[in-house]
């Protein structure tokens, strides 16, 4: 078992435009990347769940060229209203950091 | 066919090394393509007609960009001028480029493109039923077009190539989307459209596509007839195709298909291989013209003034019942508030908001974990009211009334924030939001964005 903190080159969070949010989980290994996809550790489901989200407003994409999981969501608040505590959105992805993928 | 373009850093403003600009000039580009702005850093850019970076630090990327263009004879491109790309921003870039000038003793045909857009024309269109919400939008009516403090279309690449066109040397522009600043003379040229927008995505934030980008530097694009090559300035930085790949997904939503005011760029089918130890071929990208043409708007409005208070609570009574606590705050101020505004028949109107960092101050409602209090926390109090005076008023009183806010369990006077600063309350200054996230179906992709020429001789 390893979290996906350790398995991934970078997860990170950000602003696409103020009124979205994306999420990037990157691996340097294709066999890394695979065994991550295939354990369907982080799927829209898991990330709904996660985020207390209703699934439709969630876009997960697999971009196998740079072996990256990408979600986008539309922000709760949109960038810098007065509700919002992050700007660029670059402090969301936390939760994703200790999913646990099993052992391939 | 090859269209060559020298990008000499992600922001004009965040700086460059000198070596890696002649490194680019070297290799002979046609032009020389410079982002300036962003919505990234909030509406307070927009909304104030305020720059991000500084005069002096975006002073010395110009000169060195403009020197450039005077040594290979090609054209200078700096998009979206002043951040947020409104006519202060561009104003304030074509005073630092005329300064320049001067002082290098530099001539120069120079365009400015106006991306700042008029409320009368807005509310017209808006009348018209051609302005559309994308998803998610804010609301839109008139009357929000009319408050607004400024709002920008976000031009493509056809105003910057007429400017040149017309015969321009340097070409600053109002708010551009980042790419047509670099996709317009390669199309110019002739190029595959579909190959230039993708090799603009990538050039547009300089060297992010490098596997490890040590500090802001350059990149550098040969657009050819059925593939484009990326490689970095700097030698010691290199890009692999995993790399270029990754970089469509920075900041996008959908990675494969990337939106433009005249269509869209589909990278679904975009195949990516190593050129050589440090540049990327990229083929097979394309770009599908739209039925419509769409500007998009970007707005900011004033929401008030702000005056905040910072201060953490330690005590384990106060954080088992912290949410209570602050409602009773809340409350209480509200009363307190009454009293402290004799001179006016009703007190200004306010807006509380009260973040507790250490438990969902960062991440709100999407927070996983927000049931979870820790032995401290730090509480920022915003007080926002229509003017700075009322909101520093309210804010005072505030830190004084939440200071010694009592909860059943201590008998006495109790203090309960430990405050960093004194005086507790920071004037914070004016708030502005995005309030728009809109297209505009203009006649032609011309009629927004005026363009004013000079010569100039030194």
């Not at chain 2, 934030?205 to 694009?221: E, L």
């Not at chain 2, 692999?240 to 089918?269: C, F, W």
């Not at chain 2, 006649?443 to 010569?455: G, H, K, R, S, V």
Request: charged share 25%.
């Amino acid at each position: 078992m390893a979290t996906l903190g350790e398995l991934a080159k970078l997860i990170r969070s950000k602003n696409a435009g103020p009124f979205n949010l994306t999420f990037d989980v990157m691996f340097d290994e294709e066999e890394t990347y695979r065994r991550v996809v295939d354990s369907n550790v982080l799927t829209r489901e898991v990330f709904c769940r996660l985020y207390n989200l209703a699934e439709e407003k969630v876009l997960l994409v697999h971009h196998d060229a740079a072996r990256a999981i990408k979600i986008s969501i539309p922000r709760p608040v949109f960038s810098c209203d007065l509700e919002d505590g992050d700007c660029y959105g670059g402090q969301q992805f936390g939760p994703l950091v200790g999913i646990e993928v099993p052992d391939p | 066919m090859e269209a060559r373009v020298l990008s000499p850093c992600g922001v004009i403003g965040s700086g460059f090394p000198e070596s890696s600009f002649e490194r680019g000039l070297s290799m002979k580009p046609h032009v020389i393509a410079c982002d300036g702005g962003s919505t990234d850093n909030g509406p307070a850019f927009l909304g104030a007609g305020k720059p991000n970076f500084s005069r002096s630090a975006t002073k010395r990327d110009l000169k060195l960009m403009l020197q450039g263009r005077e040594s290979l004879g090609v054209p200078v491109i700096v998009g979206s001028c002043g951040t947020a790309g409104g006519d202060a921003g561009l104003e304030w870039m074509r005073d630092i480029c005329l300064e320049i000038a001067r002082e290098e003793g530099l001539s120069f045909n120079l365009a400015l493109v106006h991306g700042e857009q008029d409320k009368a024309y807005l509310k017209k269109r808006y009348k018209e039923g051609r302005i559309r919400a994308l998803d998610p939008a804010p609301p839109l009516d008139e009357e929000i077009i009319e408050n607004s403090a400024h709002i920008v279309g976000m031009m493509g690449d056809e105003p910057i190539a007429r400017a040149l066109d017309e015969g321009a040397d340097v070409v600053l522009t109002g708010r551009a989307s980042d790419t047509s600043v670099f996709a317009c003379h390669p199309v110019r040229m002739g190029a595959d459209r579909g190959l230039s927008w993708h090799a603009a995505k990538i050039l547009e934030c300089g060297a992010a596509c490098a596997v490890h980008r040590a500090r802001p530097d350059g990149c550098f694009a040969w657009i050819r007839d059925d593939h484009f090559v990326v490689e970095p300035l700097n030698p010691q930085m290199y890009c692999t195709p995993q790399s270029v790949a990754s970089h469509t997904l920075y900041e996008n939503t959908d990675p494969y298909r990337i939106t433009e005011p005249a269509g869209v760029l589909d990278t679904s089918r975009s195949a990516y291989s190593a050129e050589s130890e440090r540049a990327v071929r990229v083929a097979g990208s394309e770009f599908h013209t739209a039925e419509r043409y769409s500007i998009k708007l970007e707005g900011a409005e004033l929401v008030g003034y702000q005056s905040v208070i910072i201060g953490g609570v330690r005590d384990p009574m106060i954080l088992k019942q912290l949410d209570s606590w602050l409602d009773g705050i809340r409350e209480g101020f509200e009363t307190r508030v009454q009293e402290i505004f004799p001179d006016r028949e009703t007190p200004p109107a306010y807006q509380l908001t009260i973040r507790v960092f250490g438990r969902d101050a960062v991440m709100g409602t999407l927070e996983p974990e927000a049931g979870r209090i820790p032995h401290e926390v730090g509480l920022l109090f915003e007080v926002t009211a229509e003017d700075q005076v009322s909101a520093g008023t309210m804010a005072s009183t505030l830190a004084h009334f939440a200071l010694h806010y009592p909860i059943p369990e201590w008998g006495g006077l109790i203090s309960t924030l430990a405050f960093p600063f004194t005086p507790a309350e920071l004037e914070k200054g004016p708030v502005y939001r995005f309030n728009l996230n809109h297209v505009v179906y203009p006649d032609d992709p011309y009629e927004m964005f005026p363009t004013e020429t000079m010569e100039v001789a030194n």
